[in-house]
């Protein structure tokens, strides 16, 4: 612990330290393609790699580049086992035939981790390359590691940061409820200061310090945490713990800074390595950069990280809160967490639920996931009336190459059947409030219930839900008069309340209890 604290000591938090300069510049571009048997996906849905992927890479430059740039690939296989020659390949990207200027892969056997890298043109830049990856394989597995983990982070900062600008510039007013659901959705600290302020200077506010804003997640931290074969640096390790001030903050920035440092440890007179970010659309790979790369010696050798060559990882869903769901609802929401790359990639394909009735009846549909909804939407609505009482729902779909299967939701649609009341119902006492259960169908769906007392004007009364089949609903009798009380619950896919008839007695004329006590002593 004393050895893991003066590391610690030797680390200078990446909170307190002075940022790093922020990936804005906007830097080349690739379109890559992977194929695994009969299927090709664009790299922006393909969250890993496995042996035996084919693998179609070229740069997507503008027609007017004027710096020449090789392309080169290199496949790694651990810390400690340095990859053959041939597992290193270029191209020559300004070249007019497809076979010259495009790489054609095939991952290989034994590959862990995958590291692109454009360099300018310059003699010897092949052997050079080669050279220093086959030289110091452990170096560059952690940067390919690290640059694909903060490329997946940089995925949801920026979703958020997207949204947030969206609905400042189209109704700022409500940030307020906006900014919370993102915030969760997509694992981003959120200053509940910014909320404070006037609406003008809110979003500005909640987009300060971007790169401070990323919190730590374990389902994109394991699809990068590849074995590498060596320790990982003790002070990088023991400086994302809490007691060294970083907490639940994803490494993000530390990364960055961690990587220039490696990568300053490849200086040589001929290249100087500039580390990228990758944002994925479709086939094309957007890399953005740091530090404005340079064409004079040392010349900047972009380095790009590819998907983990792994087993799949899919996001272990969970559901958000334990009560059924009203499949009636208008805009229905699937709440769910845990996993906060389904707002911020393309991983997760074809997603659908699967709605099963208790008489087998079932309905599949397309669903999206929605950020500022906490969950996943369907696409198109239910028809009205399609489905009746309590009804399963699956989610599914495809992650990646994969299938996958989500977790699992209670519906509740409205149907036949009438709401009652249990016995605190049959003893209701004017001249203070009181608390009565009601039980009856899709008790999720209920969205107001009002009471009428007597001939006295109807107001809105509040209610709880109460486990899976009834509310709490508490009435208002401290003025009322004794006599009939009526209750009409609304519910969602109902055309008109349902009444529930019960009655109020006052003190006077209900009497529950009466106990006998027998006189002792002499009589007076």
Same mark, same amino acid.
């Given at each position: 612990?004393?050895?893991?604290?003066?590391?610690?000591?030797?680390?200078?938090s990446?909170?307190?330290?002075?940022?790093?300069?922020?990936?804005?510049?906007?830097?080349?571009?690739?379109?890559?393609?992977?194929?695994?048997?009969?299927?090709?996906?664009?790299?922006?849905?393909?969250?890993?790699?496995?042996?035996?992927?084919?693998?179609?890479?070229?740069?997507?430059?503008?027609?007017?580049?004027?710096?020449?740039?090789?392309?080169?690939?290199?496949?790694?296989?651990?810390?400690?086992?340095?990859?053959?020659?041939?597992?290193?390949?270029?191209?020559?990207?300004w070249?007019?035939?497809?076979?010259?200027?495009?790489?054609?892969?095939?991952?290989?056997?034994?590959?862990?981790?995958?590291?692109?890298?454009?360099?300018?043109?310059?003699?010897?830049?092949?052997?050079?390359?080669?050279?220093?990856?086959?030289?110091?394989?452990?170096?560059?597995?952690?940067?390919?590691?690290?640059?694909?983990?903060?490329?997946?982070?940089?995925?949801?900062?920026?979703?958020?940061?997207?949204?947030?600008?969206?609905?400042? /510039?189209s109704?700022?007013?409500? %940030?307020? #409820? @906006? =900014?919370?659901?993102?915030?969760?959705?997509l $694992?981003?600290? *959120? !200053?509940?200061?910014?909320?404070?302020?006037?609406?003008?200077l809110?979003?500005?506010?909640?987009?300060?310090?971007?790169?401070?804003?990323?919190?730590?997640?374990?389902?994109?931290?394991?699809?990068?945490?590849?074995?590498?074969?060596?320790?990982?640096?003790?002070?990088?390790?023991?400086?994302?713990?809490?007691?060294a001030?970083?907490?639940?903050?994803?490494?993000y920035?530390?990364?960055?800074?961690?990587?220039?440092?490696?990568?300053?440890?490849?200086? /040589?007179?001929?290249?100087?390595? %500039?580390p #990228? @970010? =990758?944002?994925?659309?479709?086939?094309?790979? $957007?890399?953005? *950069? !740091?530090?404005?790369?340079?064409?004079?010696?040392?010349?900047?050798?972009?380095?790009?990280?590819?998907?983990?060559?792994?087993?799949?990882?899919?996001?272990?869903?969970?559901?958000?809160?334990?009560?059924?769901?009203?499949?009636?609802?208008?805009?229905?929401?699937?709440?769910v967490?845990?996993?906060?790359?389904?707002?911020?990639?393309?991983?997760?394909?074809?997603?659908?639920?699967?709605?099963?009735?208790?008489?087998?009846?079932?309905?599949?549909?397309?669903v999206?996931?929605?950020?500022?909804?906490?969950?996943?939407?369907?696409?198109?609505?239910?028809?009205?009336?399609?489905?009746?009482g309590?009804?399963?729902?699956?989610?599914?779909?495809?992650?990646?190459?994969?299938?996958?299967?989500?977790?699992?939701?209670?519906?509740?649609?409205?149907?036949?059947?009438?709401?009652?009341?249990?016995?605190?119902?049959?003893?209701?006492?004017v001249?203070?409030?009181?608390?009565?259960?009601?039980?009856?169908p899709?008790?999720?769906?209920?969205?107001?219930?009002?009471?009428?007392?007597?001939?006295?004007?109807?107001?809105?009364?509040?209610?709880?839900?109460?486990?899976?089949?009834?509310?709490?609903?508490?009435?208002?009798?401290?003025?009322?008069?004794?006599?009939?009380?009526?209750?009409?619950?609304?519910?969602?896919?109902d055309?008109?309340?349902?009444?529930?008839a019960?009655?109020?007695?006052?003190?006077?004329?209900?009497?529950?209890?009466?106990?006998?006590?027998?006189?002792?002593?002499?009589?007076?």
């Amino acid at each position: 612990m004393a050895l893991a604290l003066a590391a610690a000591a030797l680390v200078e938090s990446p909170l307190c330290a002075a940022d790093p300069a922020p990936f804005d510049l906007p830097g080349p571009a690739l379109r890559i393609s992977v194929t695994r048997g009969d299927r090709t996906l664009p790299i922006a849905e393909v969250p890993n790699l496995a042996t035996g992927d084919r693998l179609t890479i070229e740069a997507d430059l503008p027609r007017d580049q004027r710096a020449h740039y090789i392309l080169f690939s290199a496949f790694l296989s651990g810390a400690t086992n340095p990859p053959p020659k041939d597992w290193v390949k270029s191209a020559e990207t300004w070249k007019p035939k497809d076979k010259d200027r495009r790489l054609t892969l095939t991952v290989p056997k034994g590959a862990r981790q995958m590291a692109l890298f454009l360099v300018p043109e310059t003699g010897g830049a092949s052997g050079t390359i080669v050279d220093a990856v086959r030289d110091r394989p452990g170096e560059f597995v952690r940067a390919v590691q690290d640059l694909n983990q903060a490329s997946l982070d940089r995925s949801r900062l920026n979703a958020f940061v997207a949204a947030i600008r969206a609905q400042e /510039n189209s109704h700022p007013e409500f %940030l307020r #409820t @906006l =900014a919370p659901a993102l915030s969760n959705s997509l $694992a981003i600290k *959120l !200053n509940p200061d910014c909320l404070a302020k006037v609406i003008e200077l809110q979003a500005a506010c909640l987009l300060e310090n971007q790169e401070n804003l990323v919190l730590a997640d374990i389902h994109s931290s394991s699809m990068t945490d590849t074995l590498i074969g060596a320790p990982t640096d003790l002070a990088l390790q023991v400086s994302y713990t809490r007691e060294a001030g970083l907490g639940y903050y994803s490494p993000y920035i530390a990364v960055v800074r961690d990587i220039a440092r490696v990568f300053g440890a490849f200086g /040589n007179p001929q290249f100087g390595y %500039l580390p #990228t @970010l =990758a944002t994925r659309d479709g086939d094309r790979m $957007a890399l953005l *950069l !740091n530090a404005a790369p340079s064409f004079a010696k040392p010349k900047s050798v972009l380095v790009a990280a590819m998907p983990a060559i792994d087993a799949v990882s899919p996001p272990r869903l969970r559901v958000t809160g334990d009560v059924p769901l009203c499949g009636a609802r208008p805009g229905l929401v699937l709440p769910v967490e845990g996993a906060p790359l389904i707002y911020s990639t393309a991983f997760a394909r074809n997603m659908m639920v699967s709605i099963t009735t208790a008489d087998g009846k079932r309905i599949d549909l397309p669903v999206r996931a929605r950020a500022d909804r906490g969950g996943y939407v369907l696409s198109d609505p239910l028809p009205a009336g399609a489905l009746s009482g309590k009804a399963s729902a699956k989610l599914h779909g495809a992650w990646g190459f994969d299938s996958f299967e989500g977790p699992s939701f209670t519906l509740q649609f409205p149907g036949s059947g009438d709401w009652r009341a249990d016995d605190s119902g049959q003893s209701l006492v004017v001249g203070r409030d009181n608390s009565v259960a009601l039980t009856g169908p899709a008790a999720a769906c209920v969205t107001g219930v009002t009471m009428r007392s007597g001939s006295g004007a109807q107001q809105s009364v509040p209610f709880t839900l109460r486990g899976a089949d009834g509310i709490n609903v508490t009435l208002p009798l401290k003025s009322a008069r004794a006599g009939g009380v009526t209750l009409e619950v609304q519910q969602i896919g109902d055309a008109a309340p349902r009444t529930v008839a019960l009655r109020a007695f006052s003190p006077a004329s209900r009497i529950d209890t009466v106990t006998l006590a027998k006189e002792t002593g002499s009589r007076r």
